[in-house]
């Protein structure tokens, strides 16, 4: 019976018929009885030095991983399905989504060298994550909308070495909110801003589209982590809600991105406390860099008092009605712009998506609201800051009962109700609330 050494290129085109020089290794399945599937067996544990037969890989319908790096002192790699799909192991049993791929004792993967990952063939296209360990630290890279197909090999389409961050592999994984925009997408978003064609904003969507997705799939790699090692069930359960609702509104919110994106429009003054709010569907649309403060509230409410200290807090204990009020003296004194309270797509638009690991006041961190600046380096995608957390804030958006939106969350807040995409939570527009206090947004006259 044939073999081939996992590590060997090469030696592998010899043996199959028509194989190009090519990234991915193809295989012609040889026929085989139906059961055999059912048999094949995919080591978790792999090295350059297994030795698998052909006849595994191609007539028992298996396919993998084709890696090859330029940099040197990698000594393993792990490959995970952040969905759970099975990868190796037994199809009847002992089912695993977990393979790693180890230099042999002692030594590195070899630069410019082809290696393989054997699996099963299974449909990544909702990301894989390749764990690279190098000199004793780790990085990690998510690919998505790939499938290993029986006979096939897949290569990791935009994997650049020059940008993996090498890590403690002990430390916590953090999943990354808002990853930088990559070459392929600023180089589409150029486009469509110089040509702005359906052709290309198809284009850009399909790179934000991928951007996307591997952002889920980081939450994806988070939620299985927790499934093996959280102590309480409430975390996993919330990371599930998380990724349930990206995959859900993966529309809505490519969407929104898009209009940011696109939304040519720079600050009209960077120092003061207006932030452009990109996206927005309004005349010149600007929203206030932080909650409407104590003192700035007392300038418009003659005989309002509030604790010595805390004038630079989130003014609280406002309805709605008196909040519109506040905004209709802000217009009147005010001849180039109006203000008004946002929209709950206004709000959402100017926070963004809520990082996952952000600092802010909620869940009893604090015993009570703290000054607006008090976790300053946690901002929304407008650049403004107290979004999430410490107080709810009014928006001008009701529900089918007439009671209006509020969004971000407050101190006494679970961190899941503090999400930007959070709609569950209303008051009576009336009344005015311990820990709900509001945000202004102005456009032109």
Known sequence: ???????????????????????????????????SYEEAV????????????????????????????????????????????????KLT????????????????????????????????????????????????????????????FITPTDLVESELEFNDPDAPFVEDERPNLNPATKEALVAYQQNPTEQNKSLLLEQMGIRYDKVVARKKAKLRELEREALHQDLVDEMQAIVDEM???????????????????????????WMV?????????????APVRNTEYAAFKSGFTYPQGQGNYPVVNISYTDAEAYCQWLSSRDSKHLYRLPTEQEWILAAGHMPKDVSMNSDHVERGITAVDAYAQTTGACGGIDFWGNCWEWTSTTNTNNEYIVKGGSWDSSRDACRSEYSDDTRNGSVGYANVGFRVVRVDR
Request: net charge negative; charged share 20%; glycine share 8%.
């Open 42 to 89: 995919v080591p978790v544990e792999q090295s350059p030095s297994t030795i698998i037969s052909l006849e595994d890989v191609a007539t028992k319908r298996l396919g993998g991983i084709h890696l090859n790096f330029n940099m040197s002192g990698v000594t393993k790699v792990v490959l995970e399905s952040v969905d759970g799909f099975q990868i190796a192991g």
């Open 93 to 152: 049993s002992d089912k695993q989504s977990i393979i790693t791929f180890s230099a042999l004792p002692g030594e590195t993967l070899i630069p410019g060298k082809d290696y393989y990952i054997i699996t099963f063939p299974c449909d990544l296209s909702g990301g894989y994550r390749l764990s690279i360990y190098k000199d004793g630290q780790v990085a990690s890279y998510f690919g998505v909308h790939q499938k290993v197909e029986a006979g096939k």
């Open 277 to 289: 709010l990109r996206g927005a569907d309004a005349n010149n649309p600007y929203i206030g860099y």
């Open 1 to 35: 019976m044939k073999k081939i050494i996992l590590s060997m290129l090469p030696i592998l085109c010899l043996l199959i018929s028509g194989c190009q020089e090519a990234t991915d290794a193809d295989i012609s399945p040889q026929e085989k009885p139906a059961n």
């Open 247 to 273: 995959v859900s509104n993966r529309d809505t919110r490519l969407e929104q991105q898009f209009y940011r994106l696109i939304d040519p429009r720079k600050d009209d003054n960077p120092n003061d406390e």
